[in-house]
């Protein structure tokens, strides 16, 4: 790597966008910041603008906008505001490659717009591929565009199939941590709090994610995400609970071989990976010494104690609009539980009746994409009216 490689950031003030620049600020030499953006947190994205010095900052809420534009006054920065503004800031003509730390659906038009504008893809937003997979695989066909995965377990298969013969996989063993209430009865599970589901045991992460990985939805979504990732099907795709987490995934060979990538649960060793692919940089960052974890165990997935894992399969297998329409009952869910209004037990119910009373298309296109997200959506939060009523 010669050249400064120009990152543009979405969600920079989130967990992945916060570790993104840290491996930006490791490397200066390397990487340079040219666009940041983020939701809502306009204070922190002033303060990482003034330190990166991106060309561009947009502030979704444009409630915010003023205040952003006021702490910038004379930086030289270009401030801007609105969803629309973050799509154009995603094909921004000085970047190279975009993370796309956003969180949710939110994250799927930004995406597109980066992809039509030919950018390589740090894909941290799984919710893309699960709402759109097959678009979204044909857009990069078409644009040439590559997808270097951030999330940890698509980036230790997409590590683990690097100088392999893709036709020469068997399957793909996606670990889980199992989550925070991993132990737990199922009658235990009706009374957790959004305080308990947030307190994860191994990894650092937003609190939309951390939900989700506590009812091991998210693991569902990096099943559908590896599909569209690595071109295979449902019946190739196993789940493994591995609490530990230095196992972060596996891929099973024709021959019986088994490629494993290991490491310390910390999400800096793949953001930096994806940055520099294919080139691995050096790093005075924490080594992992294996006889600290002699012990490694797996087991397989609860799906009766944890049923939105088991209702992420359902939706591959159905395809169309299915995994969009789970995904949107899904983050309404997961936002209900935050706000107490419903219990950690009710998610899956409300993501079942959502998928029943949506209705579903087969190779949708993105118009069709989008009113399914919105019809999802109006649908669970009635449910969550019904259950908190």
């Given at each position: 790597?010669?050249?400064?490689?120009?990152?543009?950031?979405?969600?920079?003030?989130?967990?992945?966008?916060?570790?993104?620049?840290?491996?930006?600020?490791?490397?200066?030499?390397?990487?340079?910041?040219?666009?940041?953006?983020?939701?809502?947190?306009?204070?922190?994205?002033?303060?990482?603008?003034?330190?990166?010095?991106?060309?561009?900052?947009?502030?979704?809420?444009?409630?915010?906008?003023?205040?952003?534009?006021?702490?910038?006054?004379?930086?030289g920065i270009e401030v801007a505001t609105g969803a629309k503004s973050i799509e154009e800031a995603a094909?921004?003509?000085?970047?190279?490659?975009?993370?796309?730390?956003?969180?949710?659906?939110?994250?799927?038009?930004?995406?597109?717009?980066?992809?039509?504008?030919?950018?390589?893809?740090?894909?941290?937003?799984?919710?893309?591929?699960?709402?759109?997979?097959?678009?979204?695989?044909?857009?990069?066909?078409?644009?040439?565009?590559?997808?270097?995965?951030?999330?940890?377990?698509?980036?230790?298969?997409?590590?683990?199939?690097?100088?392999?013969?893709?036709?020469?996989?068997?399957?793909?063993?996606?670990?889980?941590?199992?989550?925070?209430?991993?132990?737990?009865?199922?009658?235990?599970?009706?009374?957790?709090?959004?305080?308990?589901?947030?307190?994860?045991?191994?990894?650092?992460?937003?609190?939309?994610?951390?939900?989700?990985?506590?009812?091991?939805?998210?693991?569902?979504?990096?099943?559908?995400?590896?599909?569209?990732?690595?071109?295979?099907?449902?019946?190739?795709?196993?789940?493994?609970?591995?609490?530990?987490?230095?196992?972060?995934?596996?891929?099973?060979?024709?021959?019986?071989?088994?490629?494993?990538?290991?490491?310390?649960?910390?999400?800096?060793?793949?953001?930096?990976?994806?940055?520099?692919?294919?080139?691995?940089?050096?790093?005075?960052?924490?080594?992992?010494?294996?006889?600290?974890?002699?012990?490694?165990?797996?087991?397989?997935?609860?799906?009766?104690?944890?049923?939105?894992?088991?209702?992420?399969?359902?939706?591959?297998?159905?395809?169309?609009?299915?995994?969009?329409?789970?995904?949107?009952?899904?983050?309404?869910?997961?936002?209900?539980?935050?706000?107490?209004?419903?219990?950690?037990?009710?998610?899956?119910?409300?993501?079942?009746?959502?998928?029943?009373?949506?209705?579903?298309?087969d190779n949708p296109d993105l118009e069709t994409l989008i009113a399914t997200n919105e019809e999802a959506r109006r649908?669970?939060?009635?449910?969550?009216?019904?259950?908190?009523?």
């Amino acid at each position: 790597m010669s050249e400064i490689k120009n990152i543009g950031v979405l969600g920079s003030t989130g967990s992945i966008g916060t570790q993104t620049l840290d491996i930006i600020a490791e490397y200066p030499e390397l990487f340079r910041a040219s666009v940041l953006t983020a939701r809502r947190q306009w204070k922190l994205l002033a303060e990482q603008a003034l330190k990166f010095r991106p060309d561009l900052v947009v502030i979704g809420e444009e409630e915010h906008y003023e205040n952003l534009r006021e702490a910038l006054k004379g930086s030289g920065i270009e401030v801007a505001t609105g969803a629309k503004s973050i799509e154009e800031a995603a094909a921004h003509p000085k970047t190279d490659t975009v993370v796309t730390a956003m969180v949710g659906y939110s994250g799927l038009l930004p995406t597109i717009s980066a992809i039509k504008a030919g950018k390589t893809i740090a894909l941290s937003n799984k919710e893309t591929l699960v709402v759109a997979g097959e678009l979204i695989t044909e857009l990069t066909k078409k644009y040439g565009v590559k997808i270097v995965p951030v999330d940890s377990e698509h980036s230790a298969i997409f590590q683990c199939l690097v100088g392999e013969n893709r036709e020469e996989m068997r399957k793909i063993i996606l670990t889980a941590s199992g989550g925070p209430f991993r132990k737990l009865s199922k009658e235990e599970l009706y009374n957790v709090t959004p305080a308990d589901a947030l307190k994860h045991p191994n990894w650092d992460m937003g609190a939309k994610v951390t939900i989700d990985s506590a009812s091991m939805m998210n693991k569902g979504f990096e099943m559908i995400e590896a599909r569209w990732l690595f071109d295979c099907t449902p019946e190739q795709i196993e789940v493994a609970v591995h609490p530990q987490s230095i196992v972060h995934s596996m891929v099973e060979y024709r021959d019986g071989s088994v490629k494993a990538q290991l490491g310390l649960p910390d999400m800096h060793t793949p953001i930096r990976y994806a940055l520099s692919y294919p080139t691995r940089l050096h790093t005075n960052a924490k080594p992992m010494r294996i006889e600290d974890y002699a012990t490694l165990t797996f087991e397989r997935p609860d799906l009766e104690k944890f049923p939105l894992l088991g209702y992420a399969f359902d939706a591959l297998h159905i395809g169309g609009t299915m995994p969009c329409i789970l995904n949107a009952a899904n983050e309404i869910a997961v936002q209900a539980f935050l706000e107490k209004r419903i219990r950690f037990t009710d998610m899956p119910l409300i993501a079942k009746k959502t998928m029943e009373a949506t209705g579903w298309s087969d190779n949708p296109d993105l118009e069709t994409l989008i009113a399914t997200n919105e019809e999802a959506r109006r649908i669970a939060e009635g449910l969550v009216l019904m259950h908190n009523s």
